[in-house]
């Protein structure tokens, strides 16, 4: 049993269904409460949903473009499934994608559910790293200016969007040091 199972591909469907949860879903999902001393409007109630949904569909986009080529990009059992069905996967191959994509999907969810709170060092920390990570990704895998505007969108969307440790040198230069060592190390 998996003996002719592709490895890489399972690797990119767990890492792939990761960056969707970590990025996509929790932008949607996240949204900020409303409280008597800092009551939320409608207007930013949708402002903030229409950028969660935004992430949420270019990470999809990003996804799809950065590893189709290498697995097909399912990042769900809903896709997975109906492909082994049609039998243009193997049934080990199918268990693994699945496995793949619940183990990304959980892992997704449990960093970004231990995460310390926005205003922390720790937390910008992490978000440069991952978000570095995202980006990275997609330059080596794609060319594509419109993947790698998104992607750049996706990251900065979320928390920390300085994925170019020269900007950050830059700005540490001229003095303004506000998070500066993370985009660095990130």
């Known amino acids: 049993m998996f003996e002719k199972t592709n490895w890489k591909t399972i690797s990119a469907e767990l890492l792939g269904t990761f960056f969707?949860?970590?990025?996509?879903?929790?932008?949607?999902?996240?949204?900020?409460?409303?409280?008597?001393?800092?009551?939320?409007?409608?207007?930013?109630?949708?402002?903030?949903?229409?950028?969660?949904?935004?992430?949420?569909?270019?990470?999809?986009?990003?996804?799809?473009?950065?590893?189709?080529?290498?697995?097909?990009?399912?990042l769900n059992p809903v896709i997975t499934i109906p492909t082994l069905l049609s039998g243009k996967m193997s049934r080990d191959d199918a268990i693994a994608y699945i496995a793949a994509q619940i183990i990304g999907a959980t892992t997704g969810f449990a960093l970004f559910n231990q995460l310390p709170s926005s205003?922390?060092?720790?937390?910008?920390?992490?978000?440069?790293?991952?978000?570095?990570?995202?980006?990275?990704?997609?330059?080596?895998?794609?060319?594509?200016?419109?993947?790698?505007?998104?992607?750049?969108?996706?990251?900065?969307?979320?928390?920390?969007?300085?994925?170019?440790?020269?900007v950050s040198l830059g700005s540490m230069i001229v003095g303004d040091t506000n998070w500066v060592f993370f985009g660095i190390v990130g």
Not at 26 to 39: F, G, M, W
Not at 52 to 60: Q, Y
Not at 131 to 159: C, K, W
């Open 20 to 74: 969707l949860v970590f990025f996509g879903v929790t932008a949607v999902i996240n949204s900020p409460n409303s409280t008597e001393e800092n009551p939320i409007t409608d207007e930013f109630m949708l402002i903030f949903a229409l950028k969660g949904l935004i992430t949420l569909g270019l990470t999809l986009m990003v996804l799809v473009h950065i590893l189709g080529p290498v697995s097909g990009c399912h």
């Open 119 to 166: 205003d922390s060092e720790l937390y910008v920390m992490i978000f440069a790293m991952i978000g570095t990570t995202f980006f990275v990704t997609s330059l080596l895998t794609s060319q594509d200016p419109a993947s790698i505007g998104a992607t750049l969108f996706v990251v900065s969307s979320n928390v920390f969007g300085d994925v170019n440790p020269v």
